[in-house]
């Protein structure tokens, strides 16, 4: 309050010029108030009990990360698309690309950038020699199999 050191907000602190005092209205207020959380929802209480709103409430992260990731990750936006059934196709793919992203990430317990990361490398090679075809698998390290078995694919050999 003394003004050596700037500080982040002045919730507590009148400043009328060079003058700064305590703002003792908004002091008390914030005090009565410590420990108090209020939620609103147009939920009928009946519909869903309190605890519930709260709960629901604090699962809020996982939409908006959600939200987040469609629009980088999987590349939701920009959007170049003029008619409707275009933009819902869109949405579609970016909808159903994100649900597949969700159960990648719980089965793993990795983000899908890691997934991604992690099993990009792998590429097999087929190689066509007078007519006869050979595929040759990529050697799978242990992290990326651990991966692969997570997601209930059996690596080949």
Known sequence: ???????????????RGDDRAVDEANLARAQSLVGLKG????VPATAMPAAEVMAKYHDLWHVEKS????????????MYHHTRPA??????????????AHAIQS???LSIAKVVKQL????????????????FPPAIPEAQRKILTDLGIKPGY
């Open 120 to 135: 990009r490398p792998l590429r097999s090679a087929t190689i066509n020699i007078n007519g006869s075809t050979q595929t």
């Open 1 to 15: 309050m003394a003004g050596t050191k700037k500080a982040k907000s002045a919730r507590f602190v009148k400043v």
């Open 107 to 109: 089965r793993t317990g």
């Open 39 to 42: 939620y609103v929802t147009n």
């Open 67 to 78: 939200f987040r990731m469609s629009k980088s990750d999987l590349r939701g936006r920009p």
């Open 87 to 100: 933009i819902e196709a869109h949405l579609t793919i970016v909808f159903t690309a994100l649900a597949v």
